[in-house]
T-cell receptor
């Protein structure tokens, strides 16, 4: 069963628009962790944020904000006043409680390609 | 601060040839190390992970292998490449603690094209 769903394959916006990237996850664990990574054209995956299942407070970092809602199993990512440099593929990922054999296993969504036009 | 570096960045290899991708981590000790592959369609797949020297766990059966000859060195190898091995390979590390949810940090990646 798919653990992380990013339904938006591609999104295009014009610079300065706000954009929200959706992420829906599935898990039976009560303890889990959610991540967002950014993959610019260079290919490197850049870590953006990590949240645990006990902390539902929304987080803001500059133009980035994250909305974690356990009731809907969603962890959405909003970029305010988007810029051309935000163009990248964004991945949402889930890590479940350590059961030894699952150490380090991140379940990735298939990513959302965001293109910001000048 | 910790850094991770992998090489080569780009590789074009004929079918049936061997492969060696190398990854090193600096600034930390006893890290967990990982190899991921990103094939067309952007999906990321965990191939191998290691919790210590000589300790390798394989997630997906294939003609690839991994080795960890030193604490901060992780190598991905193949004796004979297949066309289906083409993709973007990412080395990654996380802190060596026993709790889950450690943040995994990725290297720059290596583009492999098998022709």
């Amino acid at each position: 069963a798919q653990k992380v769903t990013q339904a938006q394959t591609e999104i295009s916006v014009v610079e300065k628009e706000d954009v929200t990237l959706d992420c829906v996850y599935e898990t039976r664990d009560t303890t889990y962790y959610l991540f967002w990574y950014k993959q610019p054209p260079s290919g490197e995956l850049v870590f953006l944020i990590r949240r645990n299942s006990f902390d539902e407070q929304n987080e803001i970092s500059g133009r980035y904000s994250w909305n974690f809602q356990k009731s809907t199993s969603s962890f959405n990512f909003t970029i305010t006043a988007s810029q051309v440099v935000d163009s990248a593929v964004y991945f949402c990922a889930l890590s479940e409680a350590d059961r030894g054999s699952t150490l380090g296993r991140l379940y990735f969504g298939r990513g959302t390609q965001l293109t910001v036009w000048p | 601060s910790q850094t991770i570096h992998q090489w080569p960045a780009t590789l074009v290899q004929p079918v049936g040839s061997p492969l060696s991708l190398e990854c090193t981590v600096e600034g930390t000790s006893n890290p967990n190390l990982y190899w991921y592959r990103q094939a067309a369609g952007r999906g990321l797949q965990l191939l191998f992970y290691s919790v210590g020297i000589g300790q390798i766990s394989s997630e997906v059966p294939q003609n690839l292998s991994a080795s960890r000859p030193q604490d901060r060195q992780f190598i991905l190898s193949s004796k004979k490449l297949l066309l289906s091995d083409s993709g973007f390979y990412l080395c990654a590390w996380s802190l060596r603690v026993s709790v889950s949810g450690n943040t995994i940090y990725f290297g720059e990646g290596s583009w492999l094209t098998v022709v």
